[in-house]
Antibody, heavy 120, light 105 residues
Framework: QVQLVESGGGVVQPGRSLRLSCAAS????????MHWVRQAPGKGLEWVAA????????YYVDSVGGRFTISRDNSKNTLYLQMNSLRPEDTAVYYC?????????????WGQGTLLTVSS | IQLTQSPSSLSASVGDRVTITCRPS??????LAWYQQKPGKAPKLLIY???TLQSGVPSRFSGSGSGTDFTLTITSLQPEDFATYYC?????????FGGGTKVEI
């Protein structure tokens, strides 16, 4: 079965950097677009970033553009999110989500999430 | 594209029929999905492309609508259905979610 396991969250000071990872298994990783979705404490869902199956196309929500970089290593079945210049408003649970092998994307499977807290 | 969900919360009883509405700020064809989220858990896909039920999702869940007016219906609400529900548009980046509807006892 599909498994997505996020790691790398924690407590970080504003302005610092952190990298999240998502280890995928149970499906053919290099045929699916992948996504990061976050949820601030007590708030709704916010899509953050997407990457195409081959890594050639990347998309970001405006609030993280220029600070966050999504990437993938298809040889390791792993998705990444490099987060720089972190702000308190980036505090959230970050979910890795599996897209679908088509142009329009929904989130078929989700990881359990990893919590990022940005605080001094 | 902004998605407006209504109501933001509702109270219902086991066996009730529940309807949640999602209205996009512009037309999204049939590119809409619905998710269920329980406290402390990751969201779960229920429906995609407006009305296609994800494998394993009970048939009491259904989706309908088109253009700028979409609905998630739960017929005969079960105890395990008390959760928060989100709609999501698939047509354009940035992908966006509705604000959520909390279904409470």
């Amino acid at each position: 079965q599909v498994q997505l396991v996020e790691s790398g969250g924690g407590v970080v000071q504003p302005g610092r950097s952190l990298r999240l990872s998502c280890a995928a298994s149970g499906f053919t990783f290099n045929t699916h677009g992948m996504h990061w979705v976050r949820q601030a404490p007590g708030k709704g869902l916010e899509w953050v970033a997407a990457i195409s199956y081959d890594g050639n196309d990347k998309y970001y929500v405006d609030s993280v553009g220029g600070r966050f970089t999504i990437s993938r290593d298809n040889s390791k079945n792993t998705l990444y999110l490099q987060m720089n210049s972190l702000r308190p408003e980036d505090t959230a649970v970050y979910y890795c989500a599996q897209g679908v092998p088509r142009a329009t994307q929904y989130f078929q499977h989700w990881g359990q999430g990893t919590l990022l807290t940005v605080s001094s | 594209i902004q998605l407006t969900q209504s109501p933001s919360s509702l109270s219902a009883s086991v066996g009730d029929r529940v309807t949640i509405t999602c209205r996009p700020s512009q037309g999204i064809s049939n590119y809409l999905a619905w998710y269920q989220q329980k406290p402390g858990k990751a969201p779960k896909l229920l429906i995609y492309d407006v009305s296609t039920l994800q494998s394993g999702v009970p048939s009491r869940f259904s989706g309908s609508g088109s253009g700028t007016d979409f609905t998630l219906t739960i017929t005969s609400l079960q105890p395990e259905d008390f959760a928060t529900y989100y709609c999501q548009q698939l047509i354009n980046y940035p992908l966006t979610f509705g604000g959520g509807t909390k279904v409470e006892i």
